[in-house]
C-alpha cells in the first residue's frame, strides 16, 4: 500500500508493507477483534479545568477580532497569561480548535476564526 500525498507543507511518501496473514486480519470485522484491543473513544472536548480562564479568554479575543496574525495573537495572549510558554500553549489549542483555520501569508501563520453561518 501506498499513500502520498502532503501533510501541510511537507510532502508525504508512505510504503506500507503487510504479510498475507496480516491483511486476513485486517480484513475481519470488528466484532471479531478480542475485547483487548481499545475501541476509539468518542470525540469529547477537552476537560475543562479550574485555570481555563486564559482559554476562553483566547477563543473569544479570536472570535471577536475574526482574523489575527500569529505574531499578534501570541503578543495578546502573552498579555493575558503574563507567561511567553503559556501563550505558546494557547496558540497550539488555538490550531487545533474546530472553528479555527491556520494558512500562512508569506512566513506569517493567519488564525481565522470560522462561523457556522452559512454565506
Do not use: N
Amino acid at each position: 500500500m501506498r499513500i502520498r500525498g502532503t501533510i501541510g507543507e511537507w510532502p508525504v511518501d508512505l510504503t506500507i508493507e503487510f504479510d498475507p496473514q496480516e491483511w486476513a486480519q485486517l480484513a475481519r470485522p470488528t466484532e471479531q477483534l478480542p475485547a483487548s484491543i481499545p475501541q476509539p473513544a468518542a470525540a469529547m472536548p477537552p476537560a475543562a479545568t479550574k485555570d481555563d480562564g486564559p482559554w476562553r479568554v483566547a477563543c473569544e479575543l479570536l472570535r471577536t477580532a475574526g482574523r489575527m496574525e500569529g505574531p499578534e495573537l501570541l503578543e495578546q495572549l502573552q498579555g493575558v497569561t503574563r507567561d511567553f510558554g503559556a501563550a505558546k500553549r494557547l496558540l497550539v489549542r488555538l490550531r487545533h480548535h474546530g472553528q479555527v483555520r491556520v494558512f500562512s501569508e508569506g512566513e506569517t501563520p493567519v488564525y481565522v476564526w470560522q462561523t457556522d453561518e452559512k454565506v
